[in-house]
């Protein structure tokens, strides 16, 4: 009886039920989507690197879910709060009735295992299309042709989200109980009538918090902006004096924005222009935390899709200007060149089509010898034009090129080799960032300080390149000298961690037709077979940097896209629930208004207006906050090469405007749908 | 003295074929320009349902309600909108103030809502205020206020836009009885002193007393009209008393 009583209810109450509902089902639809991601393989015909480059990606989303469900639980708790606050005078009446606690609970629960049930199956169906979805995707981002394309299913990704659900809506249940337990059947019967409490600010304390607010937020932005990576470091202050001043600015912004346009008084006093802002006031006064949380998940959601995109965009742009051979290869055997090495190995060279030997100099800063590192390249740039590139690498040495090995290298690409005087010294970038920091240097600086000794600046038209496979910021920006300095300071080892180090690269171009891979084996077996002591071998395959890049892109796209939807989802959910539960108080005031003569289209403007206000503080808010941290990771993201702004920053605006404004449509139409009531 | 209101052969039934229900079965009368009329009646004998007719809110299944010359009855729904802000002015039993905003602005919202300019709602709002001595109540939140206060305000609301009619609906039900008299008394001066035509639903005689005439409903139909005239103020409510105990409700429905 009570199971049918539950079902009527579902039936009777759908409308209410339904924005729980939703949230409920996109949350599953998500869990599965982004959980499913190893199964992918199934339709797509990866190489071995790929599908390793795919299950570390599967092993970090698998981690990141359990975040995942922490939110969306927080979540499907606040949705159902609302729904019980709804409903208080249906349980009054209920108990009136003599119907103990412990049976409306149990109908309660009944109703949750319900809307459970049928939430998790539309979710799952909707998580399935989704992960069709996500595979085209992943085919895109790895290049791969979609020609096996099936349907596929993910049984452990549904059991994770079945469990994960479960016992979510277990906690709800609790949860439920556990509330309805502390309601009075008087508080129940009344629940329409009751007033909020409504507090009036002083104007000090106000002007007090809008200070403070400021202070903490803007020193916070000029922190995060200067410190580039250092930021790390400081991460847990830089959170807390954020939180802090997110808080103190909604706690005093309601008051500020209503002196402020009560300060003109042709606004203010324009049709229903002063109720929507008391409204509007009012609502953001009883929910600051909430709304500070919102303005988080929000900077969350939107920081996460742009840095995601922007990952995939950087490592693309830059791929293959960190890719400039086949294989670069880096041996270590008793000071062998590597044609001696290889033919110690026994190794079969016959697949190489050309090769050339590439040494690179590290003067590392000692305790007595200043080194000639990216700091040194930072003292010859005014503080304001100081790049990320030098900042970030700091003590870093640069990567110093014998002008012979350069040339070797220019004539392999094809290119005009150059020529230099035993006092001149060139820059040379590795990619767009590192161009624009040492075109400051050359605008800025005529000598630079090097190899112990004074050298001049010139200029040379080279190519924007790396001058091996490299992906790491160590050949990022590069110094090319003569051969004769160099010989003057004979590096004192072979070994990384003394003062002036070199490593011996050999950059090969294979035969047409040969794959790097199958050759960097042949290598590799080889070595395995010999057993040489003391000998290392370091290759860099083309293809093994493509898969790990594309391996990095997709593991940030993904990550980016999922905490992206979660976060911009919970806020989207929090803001609409706010203004829904609200309406119903309202109605009596649209009513008053609808009285004294306010047509329907005023009433109509002034609740769009007044959502449109509500949606838009913490966006706004969260925009500058995301404004600032998408700069200052662009910094950081700087090391992998330069960022493209422009399309991260149009894709995560297009795909916030768009879940956004359907709440917001969503949230209008529900509120006016409250407000026509009977 | 021409007529403000003048209703002809008015009906409203409520319910399906099977089941009628004749909230008010063919009321006819006239108010004229600056009265104090009292609606009295039992509990579901129409009185509400004529006065939300009158005001707009409800509509009449048939006959005719002109205000100013001016068939209500035939107007759409912006125009009722437009009726109702610029000829209407409302006093509810629950004073209806919104809680989120003073007074001051409670008041000024009746004059925004009628698209006046802004340079001239505060000097509007401090004449209406005055007259009902709220002056210093003007900066307060309902929540701030006693409930005469609050009433006060509502009707300085109802009042300031200049309207031809006042439709006050129970508007001492929520009081305790010394504001229910202050408020009347300033309802009494409003209707003397600045002309203001009232028209008031009340079932209590003590409320009613205060008007210059008073129509008795019952089941839907004007059951008397009783007529104040130069009578003081105990001998009218001696009448009402009268009249009530003849309308067949008994005398707990008295103060």
Not at chain 1, 210 to 224: K, M, P, R, T
Not at chain 1, 449 to 465: G, S
Request: include cysteine; proline fraction near 2%.
């Amino acid at each position: 009886m009570y199971f049918k009583l539950a079902l009527r209810n579902v039936r009777k109450s759908f409308k209410d039920y339904l924005i729980y509902f939703l949230t409920l089902t996109f949350s599953v639809c998500l869990f599965y989507a982004f959980n499913s991601f190893q199964e992918q393989q199934a339709v797509l015909e990866m190489t071995t690197m790929q599908s390793e480059m795919m299950d570390n990606a599967a092993i970090i989303m698998l981690a990141l879910s359990w975040v995942v469900a922490v939110v969306l639980a927080f979540l499907i708790i606040y949705a159902n709060n609302f729904l019980i606050k709804r409903r208080k005078k249906e349980f009054g009446l209920m108990m009136i009735m003599g119907m103990s606690k412990t049976r409306i609970s149990k109908i309660l629960c009944y109703e949750t295992f319900m809307i459970g049930i049928v939430s998790l199956i539309t979710g799952l169906f909707a998580g399935f299309l989704l992960s069709q979805g996500l595979t085209v995707l992943t085919a895109q981002l790895f290049v791969l042709p979609l020609t096996k394309f099936r349907f596929i299913f993910s049984w452990s990704s549904m059991l994770i989200t079945i469990i994960s659900f479960a016992i979510i809506f277990i906690i709800v249940m609790l949860f439920n109980t556990f509330i309805l337990g502390k309601y009075k059947c008087i508080d129940l019967l009344n629940a329409d009538r009751k007033n909020e409490a409504f507090k009036i600010k002083s104007t000090t304390l106000t002007i007090i918090l809008f200070v403070l607010a400021c202070i903490l937020l803007i020193g916070d932005y000029l922190y995060v902006m200067k410190a580039g990576i250092n930021m790390f470091t400081n991460l847990p202050a830089i959170i807390i004096a954020g939180s802090l001043g997110t808080l103190f600015f909604f706690m005093s912004l309601s008051g500020f924005l209503l002196r402020f346009i009560q300060s003109s008084k042709r606004l203010y006093y324009r049709k229903l222009n002063m109720f929507v802002l008391r409204q509007v006031n009012s609502n953001i006064n009883s929910n600051v935390i909430s709304m500070s949380v919102i303005c988080i998940m929000l900077l969350l959601g939107i920081g996460a899709f742009s840095t995601g995109l922007s990952i995939n965009q950087t490592v693309n742009a830059n791929i293959n200007a960190n890719t400039p051979f086949d294989v670069t290869a880096d041996v270590y055997y008793q000071n062998m060149s590597f044609d001696d090495a290889m033919a110690e190995l026994g190794a079969d060279l016959s697949d190489i089509k050309s090769k050339f030997t590439m040494d690179i100099y590290y003067d590392y800063a000692g305790e007595d010898t200043p080194g000639t590192t990216y700091a040194t390249l930072a003292k010859l740039v005014p503080e304001a034009e100081l790049d990320s590139v030098m900042t970030n690498a700091g003590s870093m040495p640069l990567a110093i090129y014998p002008l012979s090995d350069y040339n070797s290298f220019l004539q392999a690409k094809g290119l005009q080799t150059i020529s230099l005087n035993s006092d001149e010294a060139v820059l040379a970038a590795a990619n767009e960032q590192a161009y624009d920091a040492i075109s400051s240097v050359y605008n800025h600086a005529q000598t630079i300080q090097a190899l112990n000794q004074e050298l001049k600046l010139v200029k040379r038209d080279l190519p924007i390149t790396n001058v091996i496979n490299n992906t790491a910021i160590t050949t990022t920006i590069g110094l090319i000298v003569d051969d004769s300095l160099i010989e003057n300071n004979p590096p004192n080892s072979v070994y990384m961690n003394t003062q002036f180090a070199i490593s011996h690269y050999t950059n090969i171009t294979l035969k047409d037709g040969v794959d790097d891979t199958a050759f960097a084996q042949k290598i590799y077996d080889a070595y395995a077979q010999n057993q040489l002591d003391d000998m290392f071998i370091f290759m860099d395959t083309r293809s093994e940097i493509y898969a790990s890049s594309t391996g990095l892109t997709v593991t940030f796209t993904y990550v980016g896209i999922y905490l992206g939807f979660v976060f911009l989802l919970a806020s989207c959910v929090m803001l609409a629930l706010q203004q829904l539960s609200q309406a119903a108080d309202n109605r009596r005031y649209y009513l008053v208004l609808n009285k004294i003569g306010a047509d329907v289209r005023m009433c109509s403007q002034s609740v769009n207006f007044q959502i449109a206000i509500y949606f838009m503080m913490p966006l706004s808010l969260a925009i500058v906050h995301s404004l600032v941290g998408i700069t200052a990771m662009d910094k950081v993201i700087a090391i992998l090469g330069k960022t493209d702004r422009l399309m991260p920053a149009l894709m995560t605006s297009g795909i916030v405007i768009l879940v956004y404004g359907l709440y917001f449509l969503a949230t209008c139409s529900g509120y006016k749908r409250i407000l026509n009531q009977k | 003295m021409n007529n403000l209101v003048e209703i002809q052969n008015i009906e409203k039934y409520y319910g399906n074929r099977s089941n009628v229900t004749k909230a008010i079965d063919n009321i006819s009368f006239t108010v004229k320009k600056g009265e104090f009329v009292g609606v009295m009646g039992p509990s579901g004998s129409g009185k509400t349902t004529l006065l939300n007719c009158i005001s707009t809110i409800d509509t009449v299944t048939s006959g005719k309600i002109f205000i100013n010359d001016q068939d209500i009855t035939k107007l759409k729904r912006n125009g009722l909108a437009k009726f109702r802000r610029e000829e209407l002015g409302f006093i509810f039993q629950d004073f209806n103030l919104l809680d989120t905003l003073t007074a001051y602005e409670n008041i000024a919202l009746a004059l925004t809502i009628n698209k006046v300019p802004a340079s001239k709602i505060d000097e509007r709002v401090k004449d209406v205020a005055s007259k009902l001595e709220i002056q210093n109540e003007l900066n307060k939140y309902p929540i701030q206020m006693s409930g005469g206060q609050k009433q006060r305000v509502a009707c300085a609301r109802a009042l300031v836009t200049n309207p031809s009619l006042i439709l006050a609906d129970e508007p001492t039900g929520a009081l305790d009885s010394k504001s229910a008299r202050m408020l009347l008394d300033s309802m009494e001066k409003l209707n003397q002193e600045f002309k203001a035509t009232i028209m008031m639903v009340t079932h209590d005689a003590f409320t009613a007393s205060y008007a210059h005439r008073i129509l008795f409903i019952k089941d839907g139909k004007i059951f008397n009209e009783i007529i104040r005239g130069t009578d003081s103020r105990k001998t009218f409510f001696n009448k009402i008393i009268e009249v009530v105990t003849l309308l067949g409700g008994d005398s707990g429905n008295v103060l």
